[in-house]
């Protein structure tokens, strides 16, 4: 049975001021969008958007590495059981099937495009493990730089690839439909010249690449530009999302204080990976014994442990300890974490890391089949934003690099075979903004001042530790904030809205899941319940109203042996 709540309505976007053409529109630069850009472009004109300069999405921030089985004592079944068991019972078997085995060769192909990986001796790929793998199969770049140098080397290939065209600063505001599918999007384009201001692109495909919503909470290690936007919009265009409740906590945060917010410093899994554990304020070691992999293992049960220990002891933080490793390994290994850790005062070579959990990743976000298509026509959607089905409860360490370039790489593969081919050119008097604009909830964009209401409130009701209680108090609160409306609609008001849209429908899915599944921990519902929740939570919105209905799912065909 589905719950429906309502939710604030919205401005149709302004009348655009100039419009531009494109067979293929890509909102986001990350390793998502630039390959789907890539892929797009032998099948037409590509226009690719991005938030803010292209290198400054949440690709650039990713150190720890991207994971395929590229060592010869590995393999893509390895790797699938990895995932799984990391999903908790909700991975979609043939999506991660295809992520594991189309993998490899995809990193290759990154490879031969520039991106230079960390080598051993011998010259074979340098290969770590995360938390959750059994196996040492993480590809890095310079030490704990991995998504710096993917992004470089993509950027150079898109910079000598005719036909992508570039534009910067641009915030994506709305589907345009057109004969019942996606015909492009509007932009607020906060530049100078002839695309300043609010402008249309008309396009064939239109493909969401725009990342995570880790804004929607107060400490993250999501870059300013990470509002929900892809979310936001695909909801409002009639999209399905699922398994929002499933955000993603990085277990070991730089602890900056009781105070701090915004963007906060990662302390990459691969600092545990090479040896580096977990202490509490008493120097003991408090993984051992919960999980086979103590310090290695996945990130929600880390997570937890941590929140445990902080609670049982009072503290604000617990430790990791990486000293024993060396100043060496410290600066050949992880120079970034190193240099980052020494500008605030802490020197990981001689002493201990203050660390916290904090909001990482969505493994929910707008739901796609195995090529990257929503259940709107026309509308595409890789990376972050998108639901493939890959991670379920919980994802996997540095499986998110790869999901997207595997997936993104899959939507090319989609435009080329037949879909961008039966994808009518779009005349202007048909194209319109989203199909139910303002349709029965209360119109206008909310005032830009609630911003920071919401990420209290998902902080303090929906982060780490849930409970009914206070998932109703954020539900109500949410509802009262819907009311303060924007004087002066513009691009802070639009992430505003944006960021409420979204954490409403992560309240309204974590509230109805009556469970603690992977990143969902439910305090009143402390065990994983497969008789009443082995499923999905799916939303959309319609009408003013989120509506959110229960999706049993398979039952896994895959034995325990066959995940090993």
Not at 230 to 250: K, P, S, T
Request: glycine letters at 12%; proline letters at 5%.
């Amino acid at each position: 049975m589905a719950s429906a709540v309502p939710l604030a309505g919205h401005l149709a976007a302004p009348a655009p001021g100039w419009t531009v053409d494109a067979d293929v529109v890509v909102i986001g630069s990350g390793i998502a969008g630039l390959v789907a850009a890539l892929r797009a472009r032998p099948y037409g004109k590509v226009l690719l958007v991005t938030k803010a300069l292209l290198d400054e999405g949440s690709t650039r921030w990713a150190q720890g590495g991207i994971a395929a089985a590229l060592a010869p004592d590995d393999s893509p079944r390895e790797h699938l059981g990895d995932t799984l068991t990391a999903g908790v019972g909700l991975c979609d078997d043939e999506a991660v099937q295809v992520l594991v085995t189309e993998g490899p060769e995809a990193v290759r192909r990154l490879v031969d495009l520039g991106t230079v990986f960390d080598r051993a001796p011998d010259g074979a790929l340098a290969l770590t493990r995360e938390g959750g793998h059994h196996r040492r199969r993480i590809a890095h770049a310079g030490g704990d730089a991995t998504g710096a140098e993917i992004s470089r080397a993509l950027l150079a290939a898109r910079k000598a690839t005719d036909g992508v065209e570039v534009i910067e600063h641009a915030l994506v505001l709305d589907l345009v439909c057109a004969e019942g599918r996606a015909a492009g999007v509007t932009l607020h384009v906060m530049g100078e010249g002839r695309r300043d201001g609010v402008g249309a692109v008309r396009a064939r495909a239109v493909v969401l690449a725009t990342g995570g919503l880790g804004q929607v909470f107060s400490a993250t290690t999501n870059p300013a530009v990470s509002t929900g936007d892809g979310v936001a919009l695909a909801l409002r265009a009639g999209a399905a999302v699922a398994d929002l409740e499933f955000v993603q906590f990085h277990p070991t945060v730089l602890w900056l204080g009781d105070s701090a917010n915004g963007q906060q410093p990662l302390i990459s899994e691969a600092v545990r990976g090479e040896g580096a554990h977990l202490v509490d304020a008493a120097g003991e070691r408090f993984m051992a014994g919960r999980h086979e992999l103590a310090d290695l293992a996945p990130r929600d049960v880390v997570a937890k442990a941590i929140m445990n220990r902080m609670r049982e002891t009072g503290a604000s933080h617990v430790f990791l300890d990486g000293r024993h490793l060396g100043a060496r390994t410290w600066e050949r290994r992880f120079p970034t974490i190193l240099a980052s850790c020494r500008s605030h005062g802490i020197d990981p070579v001689t002493q201990p890391i203050p660390v916290v959990p904090a909001a990482h990743y969505s493994s929910g976000g707008v739901r796609t089949d195995l090529f990257g298509r929503t259940t709107v026509p026309g509308l595409y959607a890789c990376g972050e934003v998108a639901c493939t089905g890959v991670h379920g409860a919980n994802r996997l360490a540095s499986n998110s690099l790869l999901e997207g370039l595997v997936f993104a790489e899959r939507i090319g593969t989609a435009l080329g075979f037949a879909d961008l081919a039966g994808a009518p050119a779009v005349a202007p008097s048909t194209a319109r903004a989203r199909p139910d604009a303002g349709a029965d909830g209360p119109a206008g964009l909310l005032d830009p001042s609630v911003r920071g209401e919401i990420q209290r409130i998902m902080t303090s009701h929906a982060g780490v530790l849930r409970s009914a209680e206070g998932l109703a108090a954020a539900e109500r609160e949410l509802a009262a904030l819907a009311r303060r409306r924007s004087e002066r609609p513009g691009v802070a008001a639009w992430e505003a809205t944006n960021l409420h849209t979204v954490a409403t429908a992560i309240v309204t899915a974590a509230r109805r899941r009556q469970e603690t599944r992977g990143t969902h921990w439910r305090e009143d519902f402390p065990d994983r319940d497969d008789a009443a929740w082995h499923g999905h939570l799916v939303s959309a919105l319609s009408g003013g109203r989120l509506s959110t209905a229960y999706e049993p799912a398979p039952a896994s065909r895959r034995t325990p042996e066959e995940m090993r």
